[in-house]
């Protein structure tokens, strides 16, 4: 569920985990349009030969359908890996800045022991930074391999709407389908820009937005 | 994360639980939901482990800005270690978890979230239209414990008392109630340090109009099963792990 502008303060983590919450939603439309598609298949089934130009749109829509719903899978999985590295992250960072504490208590008698478990703690945070970074970067193309998508079903959709003018008294119906299918595919373009938004009101994702776009 | 709608009557009740992307050897939880407009109640919200995915699953159900509190129903990690990532998600929200473990529970993290102690006698949270009651459930197992009964759901979120220990994809619900003690006479009779603090919760349950009871691990209890659970644990004897004090063994 889309969040409001109290986002801005969110840590990253949260808005991570938020946008994987968000994407489910998704799941649920591209199976809608799988669904339109098993439909089409059957009006352009009857429709014989009418809709012979309508008939190989309809397997297509229907492939459409079925990889965004490995898409959105892969991005929830994603987007909650992020997550995940993020509190990790958090959780470095806060032993990071305890051992630094530790370190200003015993001033100039620091022992190397503290010496050592602060060389170890900033690696340990360089390496989930590197993962965060990764894992981000991952998002990254799966949010653009859906837009990209997105666009296939825009064409798609004025391509089934233009065959469905010769399909007689099926035009009705095949017209309908055209239009189930371009609302899925708005309501999908829509979350996804919510998701954007939601990525870019945190600081720490500004570069990523950034690449993103 | 698996979910299912307990109750939807003006408001709602969500399950939250068997994370499949949970660390293996972390125990699985179950999480309740109170979602009621802009007043919603995360019951017992989970270990920092399971964090991110218990967090993303509530988003698709509430926006994060209208979860008003949270609910302890003890201090042990599986409960409440991911309080200072809530602080961080949430930091309007209020705490209300038992008084006695204010000083142990601010251990986890939390310097937005207010901490509100909920008296030994237990009270009453109004949230828009539910109306849900603090019920003491102290040393079962924890000595500062609370439970939760919605009168309006007739459903008590019963903590620890309840659970099973049983394998990631088990059902939510209790299917074969004789079946099901074999995974939870261990956990009781270990976990459960009193007979007097038992006996004294059955009696009081007893008394309340209960549909559901849903524990925090293991299955939820669904009518007559409400009432053999009740029989079961009373007769069942627990704190078995204080041996029979042996004299001439000490002497």
Known sequence: ?213 | MKETILFDQGYEWIYFGRDLDKPEKIIDTNQYLIKDGNRCLLLDPGGIETFSSMLASITRHVRLEDISDLFASHQDPDIISSLRLWDKALPHTRLHAPWLWEGFIRHFGCNNIEYVGIPDDGGVLQLNRAKIHFIPAHYLHSSGNFHIYDPKAKLLMSGDVGAALEPIDSGIFVEDFSEHTKKMTLFHQRWMPSNKAKNDWISRVRELDIEMMAPQHGRIFKGEDVKRFLDWFEELDVGIAIKPFDKEEAA
Do not use: W
């Not at chain 1, 986002?7 to 669904?35: C, H, K, N, Y």
């Not at chain 1, 859906?146 to 119906?173: G, P």
């Open chain 1, 1 to 213: 569920m889309i969040q409001n502008n109290h986002t801005e303060q969110r840590p990253f983590f949260a808005l991570a985990a938020t946008v994987a919450g968000t994407l489910e939603s998704v799941m649920q439309i591209a199976r809608e349009i799988s669904i339109a598609a098993k439909n089409a298949k059957a009006i352009a089934e009857r429709a014989g030969e009418k809709a012979n130009g309508f008939r190989p749109i309809t397997d297509y829509i229907n492939e459409i359908g079925q990889e965004m719903i490995t898409l959105v899978k892969a991005i929830n999985k994603s987007a909650l890996k992020v997550s995940r590295i993020a509190v990790d992250e958090l959780r470095a960072e806060d032993a990071y800045q305890r051992l630094i504490s530790a370190k200003a208590y015993s001033a100039e008698n620091t022992p190397e022991s503290i010496h050592q478990l602060i060389l170890e703690a900033t690696e340990a945070l360089s390496i989930n930074r590197a993962a965060l970074e990764n894992e981000k970067n991952k998002l990254i193309e799966l949010l653009m391999a859906i837009k990209i998508q997105m666009r296939a079903t825009a064409v798609i959709s004025t391509c089934s709407r233009v065959e469905a003018t010769r399909a007689d008294e099926y035009e009705t119906n095949l017209e309908a389908v055209a239009v189930n299918v371009e609302i899925a595919s708005d309501k999908i373009k829509h979350i996804i820009k919510e998701c954007d938004d939601l990525l870019n009101t945190s600081s720490v994702s500004r570069d990523f937005v950034r690449n993103f776009k």
